[in-house]
Structure formats: structure tokens, C-alpha cells
């Protein structure tokens, strides 16, 4: 198992969308940020997020400092109609890989502070008992 992620990790260090933060035991891959709507410029963020511990971490928030406000959600379908839930916190398992995508788990960072043109976007992501990890998405 623990070769697996070992693997895991040089080949996720080896993708230019790969953040690897080696003291937090975290690797995040294909971190990209998209334009959700021309009208808010409401973005919404994605990646890939493989804990490699053995131990549980909590997502608790994400702050992009060119937006007031950037939240956990989740796409859910209730009824047949696809819904937006607001997210207090994200559980990664041990050993677990959770992914963000636009029909599921997402960032959304709302109100931009200015109009925002870059092809990186800076995202801090907060979790409980470890430190804030600084990951550079890319624009897409």
C-alpha cells in the first residue's frame, strides 16, 4: 500500500497542475479554476485531493484573496433537481482520494474584488489540527 503511494506521488510531482506539500502529506493534482458566470464573474474550483497519512483530515474553508467570499459546496440532486448545498467541512479518509468537479464537491469563490484576468489563481485551504496549505490553480 504504502508503495502505491509512493508511486502515487512522484508521478503526481512529475503533472505541472500538482501541488505536493510533503509536510502535510497531502497531494493535490489537477487544481483548475473555471468562470461559472460572465454576469458575477462567479468561479468555480476543482482538483483532486489524495490523503496519503493514515490519519483523518477536515477541509474546514478555502480563501482566495481576489474574492470576498469563497465557500465549500456541494452540486446534489433532490427530486430531480440539481441543488447547491453549502459545505461546513470536507472529510479526507486515510489513504482516500476525494475529487472536486463541477457536478459534485466544489470551491466557489464569489464577488470578486476586482475584475480578475490572471491564469493562476491562488487558493488557501484550511484544515483542522494541520497548517493552511497555499495552492496555485490554474485557469481553464
Do not use: C
Amino acid at each position: 500500500m504504502i508503495v502505491r503511494f509512493l508511486i502515487l506521488a512522484i508521478m503526481g510531482m512529475m503533472l505541472s497542475s500538482t501541488v505536493w506539500a510533503a509536510g502535510d502529506k497531502l497531494l493535490i493534482e489537477d487544481a483548475y479554476v473555471r468562470l461559472l458566470s460572465t454576469d458575477t464573474m462567479a468561479r468555480g474550483a476543482y482538483m483532486r485531493i489524495t490523503n496519503l497519512t493514515h490519519e483523518r483530515w477536515i477541509m474546514t474553508r478555502a480563501k482566495a484573496v481576489a474574492y470576498e467570499k469563497t465557500g465549500i459546496y456541494e452540486i446534489v440532486t433532490v427530486n430531480g433537481k440539481r441543488k447547491v448545498k453549502k459545505r461546513k467541512y470536507v472529510v479526507i479518509n486515510p489513504e482516500e482520494t476525494i475529487e472536486f468537479k463541477p457536478d459534485g464537491l466544489q470551491l466557489l469563490l464569489m464577488n470578486p474584488v476586482r475584475r480578475d484576468t490572471r491564469k493562476k489563481f491562488p487558493i488557501t485551504l484550511y484544515f483542522r489540527k494541520h497548517s493552511p496549505m497555499l495552492v496555485r490553480f490554474n485557469a481553464r
